[in-house]
């Protein structure tokens, strides 16, 4: 079956940015997570094709390459490959030692003599208190990992005695072929590029020293987090070839909106609600902060909609410091509502007295002042 344009799979412009692209990246990632979808296989297709996508459309070479020549450009012809595109193997390999290697781990074969597992990433959730406090969260992943059997050497017997140099090779993992005017290396069709055969293949893992299995991690988010902050596990991505040193695995932080605050970097903000007589009298109000305590805050009379007050030191956690930013409260002035025959008749009285002048609404008084003078240069 073929396979969708990447920039359909992100839902984005071929001229998208990089933010627009994590962006949508993001917000499709956390729709069809695996987590979110139990036993749906249709949404784990859709999680493993917008990550594919993601790959290589967040990269300059890749996504070069891919708008020039499109998925051709990153299909295989060798071993664990689709067979190739009308460039097959060749033009990988080549496309290899213009630009380096791609991310290792594709079909076990990528990534040269090592076998270096491939790097996996996945997508943690977590409230606005978790990223302030910092917090410990469990994670399943769905990886290749050592074989037990054989000790991840891939030869029966758990030793590695089985495992021979590749006559094909020579234990370098790469052959050469001239081709017309070009002298072309590719991953050695005999070993699959791990530079060793398997004389007597475990019976486990058919001789890769690895099989595919459901992890569970514990990850621990450090205070400060943002949204979009990525942690690098080093080591615990898909274990290698035979072997080989295993990939790293990155988890992204995702923040849930939270219903009171808003955050700006290392700044909190609230927006308060005041009645209208709180804001014209003057007062007091307690509000929260992110740490979970009270801060009672001086309301000064005549107090307008947009007013914000600011508290020191009250504000979100910092990475790897710390300092902790500022919270600003906001306040907004309610005009009341469903007003009953007492309230209705206080506030006539009020304006009956407003309307014969002062100062209680200068900004009343002068917008009108000027409507006036506007009106009296026209002569009306």
């Not at 074969?109 to 910092?134: H, K, N, W």
Request: aromatic content about 8%; charged content about 30%.
């Amino acid at each position: 079956m073929s396979k969708r344009d990447y920039y359909e799979v992100l839902g984005v412009a071929r001229e998208a940015g990089e933010e627009d692209l994590k962006k949508s990246y993001r917000k499709l990632a956390m729709k069809w997570h695996p987590d979110r979808n139990q036993g749906d296989k249709d949404a784990e297709a859709k999680f493993k094709e917008l990550n594919e996508a993601y790959d290589v459309l967040k990269d300059a070479e890749k996504r070069a390459a891919y708008d020039r020549y499109g998925h051709a450009a990153f299909e295989q012809g060798g071993p664990g490959g689709g067979g190739g595109g009308p460039f097959g193997g060749a033009f990988e390999d080549i496309f290899e030692e213009m630009f380096g290697r791609f991310g290792g781990g594709r079909g076990g074969a990528r990534g040269g003599a090592t076998g270096r597992g491939a790097d996996l990433r996945t997508q943690v959730e977590i409230s606005l208190e978790e990223a302030f406090a910092g917090t410990k969260t469990n994670i399943r992943i769905s990886t290749s990992v050592s074989c037990e059997a054989c000790k991840g050497t891939g030869a029966e017997g758990a030793s590695a005695t089985g495992a021979q140099t590749c006559p094909g090779c020579n234990g370098q993992g790469k052959v050469r072929a001239q081709q017309g005017f070009f002298l072309i290396e590719r991953t050695c069709p005999t070993c699959g590029g791990s530079g060793r055969i398997i004389k007597n293949p475990c019976k486990v893992c058919q001789g890769a020293g690895r099989v595919q299995r459901e992890r569970a991690l514990n990850v621990t988010i450090p205070p400060g987090v943002e949204d979009g902050t990525r942690i690098r596990l080093a080591g615990e991505g898909e274990a290698g070839l035979r072997g080989a040193p295993a990939g790293d695995l990155y988890v992204d932080i995702a923040l849930k909106p939270h219903p009171i605050f808003q955050r700006e970097g290392a700044n909190i903000f609230i927006r308060v609600p005041l009645r209208m007589s709180q804001a014209a009298l003057g007062g007091h109000v307690e509000v929260p902060s992110i740490d979970g305590g009270r801060t009672r805050v001086t309301i000064p009379a005549g107090s307008q909609t947009g007013d914000q007050f600011r508290l020191r030191g009250k504000g979100f956690s910092v990475l790897r410091s710390a300092a902790r930013g500022d919270m600003y409260v906001q306040v907004s002035v309610e005009t009341p509502q469903n007003l009953t025959p007492r309230q209705r008749e206080l506030l006539e009285e009020f304006e009956e007295e407003a309307s014969k002048g002062g100062r209680s609404s200068p900004e009343n008084e002068g917008f009108f002042a000027k409507v006036k003078e506007f009106w009296d240069g026209l002569g009306r």
